[in-house]
């Protein structure tokens, strides 16, 4: 049962990361209270993809991605019908021989870690994805990924942690974050044991040091076409955006969406806190998108949105106690990661947090690895 007026936990923030905390925390029987400073699934987690996605470039990023992959793939028969669960298969495209050598290295990667993933030929491409230019090298296809829609998610894993007595306040902003305490926007001082810093994007406003960044990206949706395209097709290039020193980046990502609808993305920009829609950048994510699926530009896109990714300097998250406050746990900064991480964030956090034996080491997202 939720203690309102001194809860053992309060997780600021109901975005995919902190609803995913306060559903482990509360299932380990701590009475939880989630604030969150507009609505859950609001934040970064309603401007994401939402593709479930297992990813290779470190050991850490990769034990991380696929711990929550298979935490997600056991949820299936259990999320409600608008989560739009489905497992999504990913095509990994390599335009040129010199990609295609980076597909074989990456298949080998996946293979020696028991994650399955089959190199395709440039016919076997086609013939999967006849919309596609002609003449491109190959792919991997890793079969396991999945896609959702996130914000849904997020309220799903909220009303489970509700169901094991914790209790979520909208509309509500933390202004301070104490050891032992939160103080509101309103003024109101809620005293705890434990405090969670799960404001995604926000979450260095709360906590000073913390390194976390804005990064905003760009997204656009077409009207409904089904089978326009089946998998989820990201250009290899893709990798070397989410690690460019360029101020700005795009990368051929698309997303057929459960509704027929497609999901073109994605952009990258260090411009702090600026939301508006970068006309320049847009242009290019988009012919970026044609350049790939020339028949794209036949289709009615209907909406154009942004969201801030929460950056961190070595593009993994932080989850794990923060020295400086004693009580102060951190989950955030997952960049572009943060819905597939979700759920394994959440779990180690609430293991760690409870002194349980973590099913992951913790210390690669350890906060004070960061620390200068
Ligand atoms: C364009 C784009 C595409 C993406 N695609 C994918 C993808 O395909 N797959 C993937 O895994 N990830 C993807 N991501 C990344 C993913 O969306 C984020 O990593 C994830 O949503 C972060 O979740 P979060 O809960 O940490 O943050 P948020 O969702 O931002 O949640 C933080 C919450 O904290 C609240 N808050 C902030 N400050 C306060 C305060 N002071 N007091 C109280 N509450 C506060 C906010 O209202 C918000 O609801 C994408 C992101 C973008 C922008």
Redesign the pocket.
């Known amino acids: 049962m939720t203690r309102r007026s001194h809860p053992d936990v309060v997780v600021?923030?109901?975005?995919?990361?902190?609803?995913a905390c306060a559903w482990y925390l509360a299932a380990e029987g701590l009475a939880v209270l989630v604030?969150?400073?507009?609505?859950?699934?609001?934040?970064?987690?309603?401007?994401?993809?939402?593709?479930?996605?297992v990813m290779d470039e470190t050991e850490a990023q990769f034990a991380l991605t696929s711990y929550s992959l298979e935490l997600w793939t056991a949820l299936a028969n259990e999320l409600s019908a608008d989560c739009q669960d489905e497992p999504r298969s990913t095509l990994w495209i390599a335009a040129d021989e010199e990609e295609l050598a980076l597909v074989e290295a990456k298949a080998e990667f996946y293979h020696r870690r028991g994650v399955a993933a089959e190199v395709l030929s440039s016919s076997e491409l086609a013939g999967e994805e006849p919309e596609l230019r002609p003449g491109l090298a190959g792919a991997l296809h890793v079969p396991g990924d999945r896609v959702i829609y996130?914000p849904a998610a997020?309220r799903w894993l909220l009303d489970r942690a509700v169901e094991k007595g914790a209790a979520v306040q909208t509309d509500?902003?933390?202004?301070e974050i104490g050891s032992g305490w939160v103080r509101t926007a309103r003024g109101e001082k809620i005293s705890c044991d434990l405090v969670v810093n799960?404001?995604?994007?926000?979450a260095p406003?709360?906590t000073s040091g913390l390194p976390v960044e804005p990064r905003k990206?760009?997204?656009a949706i077409t009207e409904r076409y089904p089978e326009f395209c089946r998998h989820q097709l990201v250009e290899l290039g893709y990798l070397k955006s989410t690690h460019t020193e360029a101020a700005d980046s795009v990368a051929f990502n698309i997303q057929p969406r459960a509704t027929g609808q497609q999901l073109i993305?994605?952009s990258r920009e260090l411009v702090g806190w600026d939301l508006s829609i970068n006309r320049r950048l847009l242009a290019a994510m988009i012919r970026r998108a044609f350049d790939y699926l020339p028949r794209l530009a036949e289709l009615q896109v209907i909406r154009v949105w942004?969201?801030?990714?929460?950056a961190t300097p070595d593009g993994l998250p932080l989850i794990g106690p923060w020295p400086a406050i004693d009580g102060l746990w951190i989950?955030?900064g997952?960049?572009?990661?943060?819905?597939?991480?979700?759920l394994g964030t959440g779990r180690l956090l609430a293991e760690c947090m409870v002194g349980r034996q973590p099913s992951l080491d913790p210390a690669p997202y350890e906060p004070a690895r960061l620390e200068s």
């Open positions: 600021v923030g109901g975005g995919i990361v902190g609803a604030l969150d400073a507009g609505f859950p699934g609001g934040g970064a987690t309603g401007a994401g993809m939402g593709h479930l996605v996130p997020a509500c902003r933390v202004e799960a404001a995604g994007p926000e406003r709360l990206g760009h997204l993305g994605s942004t969201g801030f990714r929460p989950a955030a997952h960049e572009g990661l943060g819905i597939t991480m979700a």
